[in-house]
């Protein structure tokens, strides 16, 4: 198993862990409502400290029920993982494609490399000849 395979894994086990100790271990059993959000439980303690409390301002929208409120927490979420795995995708893509010009740089000419320029116009552009065709 490769290093990075072993982190991935440890990784892996950490978020498990993160995710089932709380349920296993009972944490939260005393609680009305054992698994609140911080702002119930913020909220929750500024009452308890000061019961005449008035909040400075009120949301701009708030949902007609909890549910459609967890639906858009979690499209909230996955725009953001989304918006995240495109960044990380184009990152590795554009380092992929500068390593293979670096290989390509380095290996030289090949033994073909006058009749490979002179066709390369006729396929297409940049990586249009015969060399993208098989995979390279």
């Known amino acids: 198993m490769s290093r990075n395979a072993r982190i991935n894994t440890l990784l892996l086990v950490l978020v498990a862990a993160l995710a089932v ?16 959000g911080a702002d119930a439980e913020a909220e929750t303690a500024i009452t308890e400290i000061d019961p005449d ?15 459609i409120e967890s639906a858009l927490f979690a499209l909230q979420a996955a725009i953001g993982a989304g918006v995240l795995a495109y960044y990380f995708g184009v990152r590795r893509g554009r380092r992929q ?6 290989a390509r740089r380095e290996a030289g000419p090949g033994p073909d490399a006058g009749a490979g320029e002179a066709g390369a116009g006729a396929g297409g552009g940049v990586g249009g000849g015969a060399a993208s065709r098989r995979g390279d």
């Open 21 to 36: 100790l709380p349920l296993a271990l009972g944490l939260g059993d005393h609680k009305e409502e054992p698994f609140a």
């Open 53 to 67: 409390y008035e909040p400075w301002f009120s949301p701009l929208y708030e949902p007609p029920s909890g549910e």
């Open 97 to 102: 494609g500068e390593a293979r010009a670096r």
